[in-house]
């Protein structure tokens, strides 16, 4: 038998209703003291729980609140049915909504943990945010008694539809999968395409990669082409390179002491310059006779893509003022033409010094 409203049911829904809201609002500044505790421990475990009933835990306060008022008020067997499923309803979406905040940062931290950098791939990020909030929105039209299997039949067969409309995203993005699950290319990676893009693989997203260069510019590359073209990846199997410089001396120079200097300063760079290897083994070696040089190249370790800039320039710059000091001579390109009676002398090559044979001069007829 239904009842008529008094002053006191409302009074009671108030009291109800604010000790909600309020015991709401000191949850959240207490759970806000509690994040600022935790991310000061080394453990990230505890930051993911805090985050996790951040938002779940007042809104579960007031909705609690609503639900006493409701009961306190004398509503019809309807009404009271429809406001219960209504707060529900509110409850559920609060808590896909943290659930999506929670999962989405655990993948995250996956992510960077295999990859070892700093950046993260939000392909898969995204993925698991789109699915969490899609059985959530399920779970809330169940819960307000909408049937779901017309909508899931009606997903099913338009699902074909969308795949037509979209097959170039969905190219890019199951490329973008692949990619990753084969772990050729990772964010942090620097790669270099075959049509000449090269830089630091900042994120690999549901449809592009995003790739900084040097010059601090962003390349974006669609998946689908990155993982249709050669690329070459400089941080795999092992981030660790070497390079090779190419140095000349003059014949007349004595090749052991040439050998002796430059590893000496092959060794002086490895444990002084940043970025190099401190246990990188020297390698000197002759391979060429020029047409004014003995060419040899010189093989330099280095720990990370960006650093070999670097080191060439203090191993060049060091290998210069010691061959000076040693009196070995780094000869500059010559070349002789001789120039006959009655022909024309060839094209000289630029900063090329000559010498040339007088000539006597033809009498006209």
């Known amino acids: 038998m239904e009842r008529a409203l008094t002053w006191h049911d409302l009074i009671t829904a108030g009291i109800a209703v604010a000790v909600g809201i309020a015991a709401g609002l000191l949850l959240r500044m207490i759970l806000r003291w509690l994040g600022e505790r935790a991310s000061r421990t080394r453990w990230s475990g505890d930051d993911v729980i805090v985050d996790a009933v951040r938002t779940l835990v007042p809104c579960a306060a007031i909705t ?50 295999r990859s070892g950098v700093a950046g993260s791939a939000t392909i898969f990020v995204n993925i698991t945010r789109v699915v969490v909030l899609a059985m959530g929105f399920l779970v809330v039209l169940q819960t307000l008694g909408v049937s779901i299997a ?127 290897l401190p246990d990188h083994e020297p390698a000197v070696r002759f391979h060429t006779f020029g047409d004014s040089r003995i060419s040899f190249t010189v093989i330099l370790g280095v720990g990370e893509f960006s650093d070999q800039y670097r080191i060439k320039h203090e191993f060049i710059k060091q290998l210069h003022q010691r061959y000076r000091a040693e009196g070995i001579r780094v000869p500059s390109p010559v070349r002789t033409v001789h120039v006959q009676q009655g022909e024309l002398p060839s094209l000289l090559i630029p900063h090329q010094r ?6 006597k001069a033809v009498p006209q007829p």
């Open 64 to 113: 609690a609140g609503a639900a006493v008022a409701a009961a306190a008020l004398p509503l019809t067997p309807r009404t009271g049915r429809n406001v219960s499923m209504t707060l529900t309803a509110l409850l559920v979406l609060a808590a896909t909504l943290t659930a999506a905040r929670v999962v989405t940062r655990l993948v995250k931290s996956v992510a960077q943990s």
């Open 150 to 276: 017309p909508l899931l039949t009606a997903l099913g067969v338009g699902g074909l539809a969308v795949a037509l409309a979209l097959q170039d995203t969905l190219a890019n993005l199951f490329a973008g999968v692949h990619i990753l699950a084969a772990k050729t290319v990772q964010p942090g990676d620097y790669i270099k395409l075959s049509s000449g893009e090269e830089g630091y693989v900042v994120d690999i997203n549901w449809r592009n990669t995003v790739v900084r260069q040097l010059s601090n510019n962003l390349v974006i590359i669609p998946n689908a082409q990155l993982a249709g073209t050669n690329m070459t990846n400089f941080s795999r199997p092992e981030q660790d390179l070497s390079i090779m410089v190419q140095v000349g001396v003059s014949y007349d120079s004595d090749l052991e002491q040439v050998e002796r200097v430059t590893t000496e300063v092959v060794e002086n760079v490895m444990k002084d310059v940043d970025g190099a």
């Open 354 to 359: 000559e010498s040339t044979m007088p000539t």
